[in-house]
């Protein structure tokens, strides 16, 4: 098992940035994938990034080129660098973790991009 806690997120004007953390319980070298979804008001929550223990990353093609995905084994935390902000990249940001079969998730926290 693991618990997640994400950090980072807030209120942003369309085309800044921040950096979103998850700062996990147990040694994030043992967990082969971990990544980063969001859930919009009234929609499906997504996927937007992936990476591995070797640091094999995959991303939404939408988001490709403004967000990145990094992790620290030694600080047990992943990030999610998110850049050039759009009002549609509002959302819910949950922190995700696959051990074996099974799926964790963190609390999630909500970045809002606006004017």
């Known amino acids: 098992q693991v618990q997640l806690v994400e950090s980072g997120g807030g209120l942003v004007q369309p085309g800044g940035s921040l950096r979103l953390s998850c700062a996990a319980s147990?040694?994030?070298?043992?967990?082969?994938?971990m990544g980063w979804y969001r859930q919009a008001p009234g929609k499906q929550r997504e996927l937007v990034a992936r990476?591995?223990?070797?640091?094999?990353?995959w991303y939404a093609e939408s988001l490709k080129g403004r967000f990145t995905i990094s992790r620290d084994n030694a600080k047990n935390t992943i990030y999610l660098q998110m850049n050039s902000l759009k009002p549609e990249d509002t959302a819910l940001y949950y922190c995700n973790a696959m051990i074996s079969t099974a799926n964790y998730w963190g609390q999630g926290t909500q970045v809002t991009v606006s004017s």
């Open positions: 147990r040694n994030t070298f043992s967990i082969y994938i």
């Open positions: 990476i591995t223990t070797g640091g094999s990353t």
